[in-house]
């Protein structure tokens, strides 16, 4: 089994800067073929901020598009997510998720447990 760990979040003012982390572990059964950034806001339902593929290919939400940066290490199996600019809104709590090829099923997925980033004033 996968297992995701974050790391980064904090408080941030709005308009500074902050590096989420997360490395996966424990994936000797498969292969990460995805990683990527979601979050949860206070009444809000889960939503995917940026995701990267093996080969690089990104996605971005729209909310967030030329403010993060998402990135991965293949090797290491890890992904970054450098956040600037940042404002109020993106207050949340940002979870690390993982898709991962296995033999059976064809596809798991992993989540991390969270880390919170507040945005003040």
């Known amino acids: 089994q996968v297992q995701l760990a974050e790391s980064g979040g904090g408080l941030v003012q709005v308009g500074g800067s902050l590096r989420l982390s997360c490395a996966a572990s424990?994936?000797?059964?498969?292969?990460?073929?995805?990683m990527g950034w979601y979050r949860q806001a206070p009444g809000k339902q889960r939503e995917l901020v940026a995701e990267?593929?093996?080969?690089?290919?990104?996605s971005y939400a729209d909310s967030v598009k030329g403010r993060f940066t998402i990135s991965r290490d293949n090797a290491k199996n890890t992904v970054d997510l450098q956040m600037s600019s940042l404002k109020p809104e993106d207050t949340a709590v940002y979870y690390c998720?993982?898709?991962?090829?296995?033999?059976?099923?064809?596809?798991?997925?992993?989540w991390g447990q969270g880390t919170q980033l507040t945005v003040s004033s």
């Open positions: 998720h993982a898709t991962i090829i296995t033999t059976w099923p064809r596809r798991r997925d992993a």
């Open positions: 424990g994936s000797a059964g498969g292969s990460i073929i995805g």
């Open positions: 990267i593929t093996s080969g690089g290919s990104t």
